[in-house]
C-alpha cells in the first residue's frame, strides 16, 4: 500500500527539516511526503529540495489558508492509497509506517489515529507539556488512548483517512478551530470505521514554553464550542471540567481571602491533586524536574482551556453572538 503523508507547514523550516530527517529513516519505503508551504514568509523550500535525494518528496507553495485547507491540497495531489497527516512539529518514530501497514492489514480501519509522546531530545518544558496532553488527570486523559470516553476522534497531529474516506466524505469543512474534529465526526455519520492505533506513536514537540501553551490552548477552549455550534450532541460533560476546574481555582483564591474553614478544605483538595500530578509525572517521566513542571503545565492547560470554554461558551451560546 502506498501512503501519502500530508504535511503543512507555516513558517517553520527548523521544524520540518527535523520531521523529515526521521522520515528517511523508516523502515517501511512505499510512501510519498507533500509538504505544502502556507503562505510562509520564512519558507522551506530549500531545505525540502535538499531530501529529493533520500525520500518521494514533492514541494508546493500556496496563499496562507490555514491548516485543513491546506491538508485538502495535498489531498487532491497525493498519489497514495491512504493519506496520512502529521503537524510540522512531529518527529515520527521509523517503524511508524511499518506498524500502520501491518495494522491495517490485519484490522481495517478505514481512518485512523495515532498517540502522541516526548522524545528523549525534548526540553523539560516540552517534556512537561507533553505529559499535562496525555495524562489521566487532565483533559488528555480523554484523548488518544483506548478507555476514552465515547467515540474516538483522531487528532490531526497523527491521523490517516483512506483515499475512499476522501472520494466519499471530502476533505475538511473549516480550516481551524476543532477543524480535525469536525472530520472525523462526519467520517463516523458517514458510516466509515474509525479506530486507534495505540503502536502508531509520533513524537509532538507542541509548545516550547508556557505562553505560547497557553495561547494554543485557550484557543482549544474555544475551538470546542466552535464544534458545538456544528454538532451540538458532540458537547459532553467532561468538556466543562476546565472550566469547572479553572472556578474553583478562583473560588479557591477567594475563600483564602474571606473564609478560613472553607479555604482549608479547597486548600486541601487542590494540595492532594497537585500531589497526584507531581508522582504521576515524576513516575512517568523519572525526573523531578519534569514532575515540578508538570504541574505547571496541568494547570496551565486547564485554565487556559477552562477560560476560552467560558468565554465562547458566553458569547456564542448564552449570547447568541456569531
Not at 46 to 71: C, H, M, P, W
Not at 306 to 313: T, Y
Request: aromatic content about 16%.
Amino acid at each position: 500500500m502506498l501512503f501519502s503523508a500530508i504535511i503543512p507547514l507555516y513558517n517553520r523550516p527548523q521544524e520540518i527539516k527535523e520531521l523529515l530527517e526521521t522520515l528517511t529513516m523508516q523502515t517501511y519505503k512505499n510512501f510519498e511526503v507533500l509538504v505544502i508551504e502556507d503562505g510562509s514568509k520564512d519558507d522551506a523550500e530549500e531545505i525540502v529540495k535538499s531530501f529529493a535525494g533520500k525520500l518521494d518528496v514533492r514541494y508546493f507553495k500556496k496563499q496562507n489558508e490555514g491548516q485543513g485547507f491546506t491538508r485538502n491540497f495535498g489531498f487532491e495531489r497525493a498519489k497514495g492509497d491512504y493519506f496520512v497527516i502529521f503537524d510540522s512539529d512531529c518527529l515520527i518514530p521509523e517503524n511508524y509506517f511499518e506498524t500502520v501497514n501491518d495494522y491495517l492489514k490485519t484490522n481495517w480501519l478505514d481512518a485512523y489515529g495515532g498517540p502522541d509522546d516526548s522524545h528523549p531530545s525534548f526540553t523539560p518544558v516540552q517534556k512537561a507539556i507533553s505529559y499535562s496532553m496525555t495524562s489521566p488527570f487532565t483533559t488528555g486523559g480523554i484523548r488518544g488512548n483506548k478507555k476514552a470516553l465515547g467515540q474516538f476522534h483522531p487528532r490531526s497531529f497523527n491521523m490517516g483517512v483512506s483515499r475512499k474516506v476522501w472520494e466519499t466524505v471530502g476533505g475538511f469543512k473549516i480550516t481551524r478551530s476543532a477543524e480535525d474534529l469536525e472530520y472525523s465526526i462526519r467520517i463516523h455519520t458517514a458510516g466509515f470505521k474509525i479506530g486507534l492505533i495505540p503502536d502508531a506513536k509520533v513524537y509532538h514537540k507542541r509548545r516550547t514554553n508556557f505562553k505560547q501553551f497557553f495561547k494554543q490552548i485557550h484557543f482549544f477552549g474555544r475551538a470546542r464550542i466552535n464544534l458545538y455550534k456544528f454538532f451540538p450532541n458532540e458537547l459532553k460533560w467532561m468538556h466543562f471540567f476546565p472550566a469547572v476546574f479553572t472556578l474553583g481555582v478562583i473560588f479557591t483564591l477567594i475563600a483564602n481571602l474571606f473564609w478560613g474553614w472553607v479555604a482549608e478544605v479547597c486548600d486541601a483538595f487542590l494540595a492532594l491533586y497537585i500531589l497526584l500530578i507531581f508522582f504521576h509525572a515524576w513516575l512517568k517521566n523519572k525526573s523531578l524536574k519534569v514532575a515540578l513542571l508538570g504541574v505547571i503545565a496541568a494547570f496551565t492547560q486547564l485554565i487556559a482551556y477552562g477560560l476560552g470554554f467560558m468565554q465562547d461558551f458566553w458569547k456564542r451560546v448564552v449570547l447568541k453572538r456569531s
